[in-house]
């Protein structure tokens, strides 16, 4: 009762305090309806929080979250899909320009390939094998597994491409894909280059855009 009640606390905090600051701006998102340019796809880890990490506002981001941040291949069979009608939604509806596959560290699920099954996890044990292609032959270690949780991320990264809506737009240059990798006790996230292959920090390629906009949205392309 004490965890559901400071859950209450928080929430009429936020009909009371925070949301009549911006009583506006939330009319203006029901009234013009969402436009946000960038679909997340993260983990459902509680200590990944994708409005934090980009510093953005209601409206701005299209988040779709998984234990994880795992994306299905395609598939034409139309069955229960989530993340794969989120990409759908984000692509073909809401028109966005860019899809961010954000990893992280000390990530549950990554380490679970490496782990025996749980008997009574039959959906989380079939989910887990979306990531066993970056699974390394090793005991692992932490070098292995933050290595395992990068190599997962490009992993992901491939599925996208084969979607229908997703491929003809890549090629035009209309989407664009990123990695990222939340180092959850550094405070950092390294980001994919795909000319080196590493996850490198955001601010090795600070001004390598040339336009003014956000440097990690820029990598994968």
């Not at 796809?41 to 506002?57: A, E, K, N």
């Not at 941040?69 to 984000?90: Q, R």
């Amino acid at each position: 009762m004490a965890d559901d009640d400071d859950l209450v606390r928080r929430m009429r905090r936020f009909e009371t305090r925070f949301f009549p600051r911006f009583r506006d701006a939330y009319r203006r998102l029901v009234e013009q309806g969402q436009q946000p340019r960038t679909l997340f796809i993260g983990c459902s880890d509680s200590r990944v929080v994708p409005y934090l990490l980009t510093g953005s506002g209601p409206g701005e981001l299209f988040v779709a979250r998984n234990v994880g941040n795992l994306v299905p291949p395609w598939d034409a069979s139309h069955g229960y899909h989530g993340t794969v009608a989120a990409v759908e939604f984000a692509v073909l509806k809401l028109r966005v320009r860019d899809v961010v596959v954000c990893g992280h560290s000390h990530c549950g699920a990554i380490r679970a390939l490496y782990e025996e099954p749980i008997p009574e996890a039959a959906h989380m044990n079939r989910w887990r094998d979306l990531a066993r292609g970056a699974a390394l032959p090793v005991v692992p270690g932490a070098e292995a597994l933050r290595r395992t949780e990068q190599r997962s991320i490009v992993l992901q990264l491939e599925r996208p491409i084969e979607y229908p809506m997703v491929a003809p737009r890549v090629r035009a240059g209309e989407l664009f894909l990123h990695g990222w990798h939340y180092l959850i006790e550094e405070g950092r996230i390294l980001v994919l280059d795909v000319e080196s292959g590493a996850f490198v920090p955001v601010e090795e390629t600070l001004g390598q855009t040339g336009d003014g906009s956000d440097p990690a949205m820029h990598q994968l392309q």
